[in-house]
C-alpha cells in the first residue's frame, strides 16, 4: 500500500511566477484535501475533493489559488503570481468514502517565494 | 469559528514517564478527534482517532474524550526520546475537513 505522494518536494520561485504542485493519493481513496502550513502553526485547510468534485474551499484561500483532479485520482494546486506570504508547507491528505474520514498526509511540497 | 486550542509547550518529561497532551475544542458538534504526530520538518502521521466518550488505547498510546467538557487527551506511557515531536489536535465537525491546533511539543529526555 503506498501512501500519499507530492511532487516537487521542494520549490523556490521569484514571486509573481506561477507554481504547480501535484499530489497523488492513497489508490483506493476518493477524498482528497489540500492543507497549508506554516511554522509554528497547525495546518490549515484550503480545499477538498470528492472523487472529480471540489466540495468545499476555505475562505481564506485568494483567487490565486485553484486546484483540480480532473479525473478523480491525483490533483494538482496551482498558484498564480506568487507571494512572499505564500511561503509555506503544503499537504495532500487522502481519505477513503466511510464514516472514519480518517487523512492520511503526503510527504508535503515547501514553498520558499524570494 | 471552530478552534481547537492546545498548549504550545515545550511539555518536557523523563524517558519512561506518561506524558499527557490536552486540547479543547469550540465547536460542540464536532464528531470525531484525531492525534497527529509531527517530526520537525515532516508532514503529519496519525497517531490515533477517536469518536465516543470514553478511553481509547492502542500500545503506549490512550485518547480520551470528554464531549461535555469539549475536551480531548492524548496519554503515552513509558515515554521514549523518540516520541519527541510536535502532536497537533484536530477535529472534525462533520464536514470532512479537519482542524486543527497548533501543536504542543513533546520533549523526552534520556
Known amino acids: 500500500d503506498t501512501g500519499v505522494s507530492q511532487n516537487p518536494r521542494h520549490k523556490i520561485t521569484k514571486r509573481g511566477q506561477n507554481v504547480t504542485f501535484r499530489c497523488d493519493p492513497i489508490?483506493?481513496?476518493?477524498?482528497l484535501y489540500w492543507y497549508r502550513q506554516t511554522l509554528g502553526q497547525g495546518p490549515e485547510f484550503l480545499t477538498y475533493?470528492?472523487?472529480?468534485?471540489?466540495?468545499?474551499k476555505s475562505r481564506l484561500l485568494s483567487d490565486r489559488f485553484s486546484a483540480e483532479r480532473p479525473k478523480g485520482s491525483f490533483s494538482t494546486l496551482e498558484i498564480q503570481r506568487t507571494e512572499q506570504g505564500d511561503s509555506a508547507m503544503y499537504l495532500c491528505?487522502?481519505?477513503?468514502?466511510?464514516?472514519?474520514?480518517?487523512?492520511?498526509f503526503g510527504p508535503g511540497t515547501r514553498l520558499t517565494v524570494l | 469559528q471552530k478552534e481547537v486550542e492546545q498548549n504550545s509547550g515545550p511539555l518536557s518529561v523523563p524517558e519512561g514517564a506518561i506524558a499527557s497532551l490536552n486540547c479543547t475544542y469550540s465547536?460542540?458538534?464536532?464528531?470525531?478527534f484525531f492525534w497527529y504526530r509531527q517530526y520537525s520538518g515532516k508532514s503529519p502521521e496519525l497517531i490515533m482517532f477517536?469518536?465516543?466518550?470514553g478511553d481509547k488505547e492502542d500500545g503506549r498510546f490512550t485518547a480520551q474524550l470528554n464531549k461535555a467538557s469539549q475536551y480531548v487527551s492524548l496519554l503515552i506511557r513509558d515515554s521514549q526520546p523518540s516520541d519527541s515531536a510536535t502532536y497537533l489536535c484536530?477535529?472534525?465537525?462533520?464536514?470532512?475537513?479537519?482542524?486543527f491546533g497548533k501543536g504542543t511539543m513533546l520533549l523526552v529526555s534520556p
Open positions: 491528505a487522502s481519505s477513503g468514502e466511510g464514516s472514519t474520514d480518517t487523512q492520511y
Open positions: 489508490s483506493e481513496h476518493n477524498r
Open positions: 475533493f470528492q472523487n472529480e468534485a471540489q466540495l468545499e
Open positions: 465547536d460542540r458538534g464536532s464528531q470525531s
Open positions: 477517536i469518536y465516543s466518550n
Open positions: 484536530a477535529v472534525n465537525s462533520g464536514y470532512s475537513t479537519l482542524t
